[in-house]
């Protein structure tokens, strides 16, 4: 039942990470476009995209939204595993655990102020005035759910660690 969920799970969020470098391709083609616009004069057309740094900035930050539970399920997430690999295989699998729930409490922290943060711009009505303007909640209203797919994607870690061989987990290890 478990693993069926997990790997429903791991296609939703696989998705999601091809969404993230769908985004990474679209940010690419607006900035070549402003570069080109700026560099290669077109009578009577824009001299670059005004709007091209703003929405740079907002694609890097869905981009890594996106992509942050997929890299966290392949264990691509920084990760400084030397310390484990060199203590007794027991000790190292019951600090997995320490990280695992460390790391679950801080999703859970960060979902639920980010639903908080989300809530209380929409509900002022903020507005994010730069070149664009846009309701500020939406830029905010990735991070709660991206946590929560973080938080989901902890308690399928701790599943797969709990059914593991007793030892660090040897996904992403760089030390042998």
Known sequence: MMEALSARFGRG??????L???LLLAMMLIIVAD???????????????????E??????YLITMCVAPWL???????RVDIFLQA???????????VADVLGLLCCLVLAWYGAQATWASYA????????????EWWSLAPLPMVFV????EMVFRMHRLYHAERGPRQDAVSAA
């Open 20 to 22: 993230g470098c769908l």
């Open 149 to 152: 797919l973080l938080s989901i």
């Open 55 to 60: 929405v740079s900035e907002l694609m890097l």
């Open 87 to 97: 203590i007794p295989p027991r000790t190292a699998w019951a600090l997995e655990w």
């Open 13 to 18: 969020i696989a998705a999601l990470a091809f």
């Open 35 to 53: 570069v080109a616009l700026r560099n290669f004069a077109i009578p009577g057309g824009p001299q670059g995209l005004s709007w091209s740094n």
């Open 124 to 135: 002022a009505g903020s507005l994010s005035i730069k070149t664009l303007v846009t309701p």
């Open 72 to 78: 966290l399920r392949q264990g691509q997430h920084i």
